[in-house]
Nanobody
Framework: QVQLVESGGGLVQPGGSLRLSCAASGLAFRIYNMGWYRQAPGKQRELVALITTSGSTNYAASVQGRFTISRDNAKNTVVLQMNSLKPEDSAVYYC???????????WGQGTQVTVSS
């Protein structure tokens, strides 16, 4: 059974930082591209950051330079370091695992991030 378990969300003031972690189990982690998505109330889910099996990264323009995604294949984890947070970053953040050929796709349960003073 595949599980993606996110942690690290919470309430933070504008300009602050949070570190989200996603622990994966039940899958061959190395062959999955890993991503973080977010969904704010009334909006569509959007890609925030992606890291491929080879370690290449891609970011949404709105978070470029502020967020950093990384993965540890030995620990089956993917981390999203979020700095200089803005109120518009508030959303539920979801971890995603997508197999290289796109045949398998999994989601975590989400973790709430709220940026507010």
């Amino acid at each position: 059974q595949v599980q993606l378990v996110e942690s690290g969300g919470g309430l933070v003031q504008p300009g602050g930082s949070l570190r989200l972690s996603c622990a994966a189990s039940g899958l061959a982690f190395r062959i999955y591209n890993m991503g973080w998505y977010r969904q704010a109330p009334g909006k569509q889910r959007e890609l925030v950051a992606l890291i491929t099996t080879s370690g290449s990264t891609n970011y949404a323009a709105s978070v470029q330079g502020r967020f950093t995604i990384s993965r540890d294949n030995a620990k089956n984890t993917v981390v999203l370091q979020m700095n200089s947070l803005k109120p518009e970053d508030s959303a539920v953040y979801y971890c995603n695992a997508n197999s290289v050929l796109g045949r398998f796709n999994y989601w975590g349960q989400g973790t709430q991030v709220t940026v507010s003073s």
